[in-house]
Structure formats: C-alpha cells, structure tokens
C-alpha cells in the first residue's frame, strides 16, 4: 500500500472560495498603454494583467482566519491590542519554537479581560528579540513600521547617525555593510545612508544544475562566501559596521542559506565584534529548505528551525508582507542587551523617536490595526509545513515546465521564484548587457500575453553604471514572482506556454533604451524608456 502513496502528489494545502474575474484586453489595448506609462512595467495598470509575477511582496491571498483576524483589528491610537498580539506572535514564531503560547486567540474571541492583559500581555519579558512590559519602555527593541524598507531606513539611517556622533574622530573610512545579498531597496536605504556595500554570494551561483535532482538536492547557492567574509573582516577589522544575511536571498535568485552558512558566518561576526542580522523576509521558505535538504534537519519541525535560525542574529528586519501572508507590515526587532545594543548604548531610543517623527506613534507604525491582526494569524500560517510544502512545490512545478520547453533557469529553484537565465536565452543573437534585451523581454510579455514579470539584471542593477568588477557579479535574469496562494495550475501552463513563444521568436524582441531617469536612484521604479529594433 505504501507504494502506492507513494506516487501520489503531496495533498493540496487550501481550496479556494473567493475568484476575482479578469478584464480582458487585446494585444493592441495593451502596446497603447504601455506607450502611454513610458514602457515602465512597474506602471502598466494591474488591472488589465492576466497574470502578475512582478513581486510576491503584499499580493498574498489571505486565509479565511486572517479576514476573521482583520473583523477584531482595534484602530484606538494608543496600545491598540493588536500590539499586543503582535509582540506576543513575534516571541512565538522566532523565539519558542514549539512552544508557543498564541495569546492572540483571546483576543480574537473577546476572552481576554484585566487579568489577562497582567499577567499575560503586560509581562516584562527581557533578555530576547521583543521586550515586554516597561522593559519595552526602557529599552526599546521592537519596531513596527509599514514595511520592509522602513524597517532598513530606520535601521541603516539611525546607525549612520550614531556611529558619526559616537565615532566621529576615529572615523577615517566610510563604514561597511556585509551580505550575502542586498535586495535592491535595502541596498538603496544603506547607501543613502552613507554605508559602503560588500556583496559575498558563495562562488557557483550560475553553476549547472542536474535537472534531475530538482525536489531532491539542493547545494544553498544563496549562502556568504565565508573565505570572502573572514578576508575583509581581518583586512578592516574596524570599518565593518554589521553583516547581513538575507534569507532566502533575493539578490541570488531566491536561493536558500544553510543552517550551517548562518551558524559560520554569525560566529565570525562575533569573534570580530560585528553584529550580526538578517534580512528575513523569507524567513519560512528558507527553513523549509533547510528541513528539506540540510543534513540533521529532516525530523526538526520548522518552528524549531525557525528558533534556531534566529537564535543567531542580534536583529532583523522582516516585511510582513512576503513570510507574514499579510497586504502591509513591516518591523525591525534587536536583540535586547545583545552584542548591537551593547555596542551602541541606547541606539533604541534613537530608533524610536524616529520611528514616531517618520512612521507614527510605536503601538502601529504607520499600520492599522486591521493590518496589524491579518499579521499577526499570517505568522503562524506561514510556518505550518503543509502550506510551505505547497508554496515551494508551486514554484518548483513552474521551473519544471519551463525546462521541459527547453527555457533554461537559473537552477534549482528558490523560495518564491523562478528565474530566466536571459544570457542563454538569447544565446546566438548577439545582445550586449546595455542593450537591456531582457527589458524589451518583459515588455513583450505584457504586450502580447498580459503577464507581467522584472527584469533582475543589467537594467536593474544599473550594468551601465558600475565598474568592471561590478559588473561580473551582475546576473542576467527575469523574475516570476508568485503570488502565495493566488495562482492555479492554469495560470503556469498559460505562462509556461507565453515565454515559450517568446523563445522561438527571441532574435525579434526588441532592445530597449532609457529615454527619462537613468541615473536616477532605484531608476526601474519611474524612469521612461523605449523599446528599439535589435537590427
């Protein structure tokens, strides 16, 4: 009988009881406005779309105990208790592994009384990830905020500030940030804020992957390249203010970071007195590889991975609205009297004054309670190993069907999305990285399909800009973000079947040119450009 079971795909995790109809629109409705936006993908209304893979960030489906959570969403402006639930869901999903205590459930269903806010939402917790009580108070550690971006903005910004005025007369290079991976937001907010940026993926990004051993090996391309790391550590032993590790990387094509990577890297950080965080948006995905693929982990649950992984950091930002299933929500978390707090005596103060001048008052962050709840339940969601199983298996299935068609991707793949490996796809027709190409790909796949999808390469990453060491780290891809919990089967075959035809026209896909806005910061936001005959 085992056999048997065997052969059987995984169960579906969710059935669907909600369906929003498409407008449909024409090849030629749809080459008129993207005219009228200046060929700005990020522009094209998403209205007129059949599919949309241009981010995974905020585009969730809701689970029907999220919408019954936003029914209990407190909006009063002080001490709201979605708060509450908030900090309590935090301390459950990255510090208790099993053992969380889900105070949000009293909450949901009007149990909770005076009782129950002392002894159990008041409780002056310290020492870990969120304080409690007047502790949070005093020494504050948790930040909420309306997404990701904000979280680095107040991080990067207020630790700008504070190494100035603290270090100012020893101050003789400009600090430096480590990662294995900058995001492009978070490298926009670290550069603004004055820091030097040091990317250091592990070699083989790019490598070959044995098309058979997809859903059965996975090497965790997405890790530090330790040598790299402890080379520049011991090179400027001074001048790096913080590594971070983002998980699952979104730099490196959503590739996942080893248990072990994570444990090394934040080692050498502590040696070095650097402080060590992580970019967790992904944070579920990326323990749902490490249980899948990482020797010693198969029969660890992902709440006890989740622990562990976090056991490491002294802070991190994380967007709510990726691994949290949520449409808002952001939040920056340190670790209270930990090796950053240490180092920069009161830093959570300066952050929560900036939090109040920038974002609003500490007990939403520019959120509204409604928001704060849908979060809150979307925590606990997002590490139950069925929806994870179903989510990566979804992407994983995407993958397949393109190579299949012969597409080649960047492999194996991540967490969230499948990426076009645009130099082998245009193999043969004599592109150059500034012609943009894989721009002109994307705006193809609008004009004629309705899918949209973001170019991750020289466009992007700004090729034209950069020096020639820079630009051999920059890769030549186009995302599929997919949308947790929005797309079915259909969707991926239609998509499957549209880069298809693209392929087996690829010498006619136009090139593309910036006409408006190429030096602008994070220019593949507003800039116009213009699609170009390739001959």
């Not at 599919?51 to 689970?63: K, R």
């Amino acid at each position: 009988m085992s056999s048997f079971i065997s052969n059987v795909p995984a169960p579906p995790s969710h059935k669907s009881v909600v369906v929003r109809s498409l407008t449909s629109t024409t090849p030629g409705e749809r080459e008129r406005i993207l005219k009228d936006v200046e060929y700005n993908v990020f522009a094209f209304p998403a209205g007129l779309l059949t599919c949309d893979y241009l981010s995974d960030s905020g585009t969730s489906a809701m689970t029907d105990v999220q919408w019954a959570a936003l029914m209990r969403g407190d909006e009063s402006y002080g001490r709201n208790y979605g708060y509450y639930c908030l900090l309590d869901a935090f301390r459950d999903i990255f510090e208790r592994g099993e053992s969380q205590e889900r105070v949000f459930q009293s909450i949901l269903t009007g149990a909770a009384d005076s009782s129950f806010y002392r002894e159990r939402l008041l409780t002056p917790y310290q020492g870990g990830l969120v304080n409690g009580g007047h502790h949070q108070l005093e020494r504050p550690n948790f930040f909420i905020v309306p997404q990701c971006r904000c979280a680095e903005y107040l991080l990067f910004s207020t630790l700008q500030d504070t190494i100035v005025g603290e270090e100012q007369e020893k101050l003789s290079h400009t600090p430096v940030i480590l990662s294995n991976g900058f995001f492009d937001t978070t490298a926009a907010n670290a550069a603004a804020a004055g820091f030097e940026l040091q990317t250091l993926t592990q070699p083989g990004l790019s490598d070959p992957f044995p098309q058979e051993l997809i859903g059965k090996e996975n090497h965790f391309k997405g890790n530090m390249d330790i040598a790299m790391a402890k080379f520049f550590l011991g090179e400027h032993p001074r001048r790096v203010a913080m590594v971070l590790m983002t998980i699952t990387n979104n730099w490196a094509a959503a590739q996942p970071v080893s248990m072990t990577n994570i444990r090394r890297v934040a080692l050498l950080a502590r040696n070095a007195g650097v402080p060590f965080f992580f970019d967790a948006c992904r944070f579920a995905e990326n323990a749902f590889f490490i249980r899948e693929y990482e020797k010693g982990y198969s029969d660890v649950s992902i709440p006890e991975i989740v622990q562990e992984m976090f056991s490491y950091a002294d802070g991190f930002t994380i967007s709510l609205k990726k691994d949290g299933l949520a449409n808002m929500g952001g939040a920056l978390c340190l670790r209270d009297q930990g090796l950053f707090a240490r180092k920069y005596p009161g830093i959570g103060l300066r952050l929560k004054e900036r939090q109040i001048l920038t974002f609003g008052n500490d007990s939403y962050g520019g959120m509204s309670g409604r928001d704060l709840m849908t979060a809150v339940v979307g925590l606990y969601e997002v590490i139950k190993e069925p929806y994870l199983r179903s989510r990566i298996g979804q992407v994983q299935l995407f993958a397949e069907k393109l190579l299949a068609d012969g597409i080649a991707i960047l492999s194996p793949p991540g967490g969230h999305a499948v990426f076009l490996d645009m130099d082998k796809f245009f193999n043969g027709c004599g592109r150059k990285p500034d012609d943009f190409a894989s721009v002109g790909f994307t705006l193809e796949l609008i004009k004629d399909y309705g899918i949209r999808a973001f170019e991750s390469g020289p466009f992007a990453w700004e090729w034209d800009k950069k020096s020639p060491e820079e630009r051999q780290k920059i890769p030549n891809l186009v995302r599929f973000a997919v949308p947790r919990h929005v797309l079915s089967s259909e969707h991926i075959d239609y998509t499957v079947a549209a880069i298809k035809a693209l392929y087996n026209r690829r010498d006619m896909i136009p090139n593309v040119q910036i006409t408006r806005g190429k030096d602008i910061r994070l220019r593949h936001f507003q800039c116009g450009m213009k699609p170009m005959p390739c001959n």
